[in-house]
């Protein structure tokens, strides 16, 4: 079974996404391919599973809220 999620993400403005996509990018490893377009974050997240599916979402999205509060200080 493949499990596939794309997740979309728009932030204020462009350099923000920038910045949170730059801080996250390197977590990616074969889980996530992640994408800036503008203001928006675009991912697609695969896995084997969808516990493993919610598990790598859980993860990247916990990534990105921290990435977000540190780019926002």
Known sequence: MKAVC???IEFE?????KKVLRSIQADD???VKSK???KTL???VES???ASLLHTLDDYLACV???DEI???
């Open 36 to 38: 800036q377009s503008g």
């Open 65 to 67: 809220s921290v990435a």
């Open 13 to 17: 403005n462009a350099e923000k996404a």
């Open 42 to 44: 675009e991912a697609i």
């Open 6 to 8: 794309t997740l979309t």
């Open 71 to 73: 780019v926002n200080k």
């Open 48 to 50: 084997t599973s969808v």
């Open 29 to 31: 490893h074969g889980f």
